[in-house]
Nanobody
């Protein structure tokens, strides 16, 4: 199993940037595909970014493509989400998630493929 703790959330004005971090503990972090999932008020949760455990493949939802960047540092058991050009519709609780389902070059593109989740961190974007 892996335990995940997010940090870096907060309030920012539209157009600004934030960087979320997710610290992982437990076994073999480098063998998990990692993702970021968010839930906006009144909306369903959605997978917005993900990365394979070798870091070579990534996935982005259309809503964040070109604005958000996922990265990972396996030596530090940490995954990041750099968010730029933030919009009010990015306001959400952001969850870090891990998947043990695939191999080194696999990146899950469905939220249901992520079987370990953190507690979430709030991001509020004001216009």
């Amino acid at each position: 199993q892996v335990q995940l703790v997010e940090s870096g959330g907060g309030s920012v004005q539209a157009g600004g940037s934030l960087r979320l971090s997710c610290a992982a503990s437990g076994r073999a972090f480098s063998r998990y595909a990692m993702g970021w999932i968010r839930q906006s008020p009144g909306k369903e949760r959605e997978l917005i970014a993900a990365m394979s455990w070798n870091g070579f493949r990534s996935y982005y939802a259309e809503a964040v493509k070109g604005r958000f960047t996922i990265s990972r540092d396996n030596a530090k058991n940490t995954v990041f989400l750099q968010m730029s050009s933030l919009k009010s519709e990015d306001t959400a609780v952001y969850y870090c998630a891990a998947s043990s389902l695939g191999g080194s070059d696999w990146v899950g593109e469905k939220m249901t493929e992520y079987n370990f989740w953190g507690q979430g961190t709030q991001v509020t974007v004001s216009s």
